[in-house]
Nanobody
Framework: QVQLQESGTGLVKPSQTLSLTCTVS??????????WTWIRQPPGKGLEWIGY????????YYSPSLKSRTSISRDTSKNHFTLQLSSVTPEDTAVYYC????????????WGQGTQVTVSS
């Protein structure tokens, strides 16, 4: 059974960098055709796709609206991938989810439980 678990700082000050890690168990992040994704949900709003890193690690793709502030990377030795979002504002307050996208189906087949990040001074 694949499991994803988000971790990171829950409170970030404005202008600082948000950093979250998604640790994967029960499967490798290098397995073909999986895209390891970050998605968020601001309070009272719908889901917002942030970006992904591919199973090869050689491809990343970000939401155009967040691209200038976003970086997704991975550590295969720890089987985890990370999100960094710089220059945060209160509008970045959200529940952040990591998820696995299986390109062959295609669908998001596994999700983390989500972690609350609040941007506030």
């Amino acid at each position: 059974q694949v499991q994803l678990q988000e971790s990171g700082t829950g409170l970030v000050k404005p202008s600082q960098t948000l950093s979250l890690t998604c640790t994967v168990s029960g499967g490798s992040i290098t397995t073909n055709y999986y895209y390891w994704t970050w998605i968020r949900q601001p309070p009272g709003k719908g889901l917002e796709w942030i970006g992904y890193i591919s199973y090869s690690g050689s491809n990343t793709y970000y939401s155009p609206s967040l691209k200038s502030r976003t970086s997704i990377s991975r550590d295969t030795s720890k089987n985890h991938f990370t999100l960094q979002l710089s220059s945060v504002t209160p509008e970045d307050t959200a529940v952040y989810y990591c998820a696995r996208y299986f390109a062959t189906i295609p669908q998001y087949d596994y999700w983390g439980q989500g972690t609350q990040v609040t941007v506030s001074s």
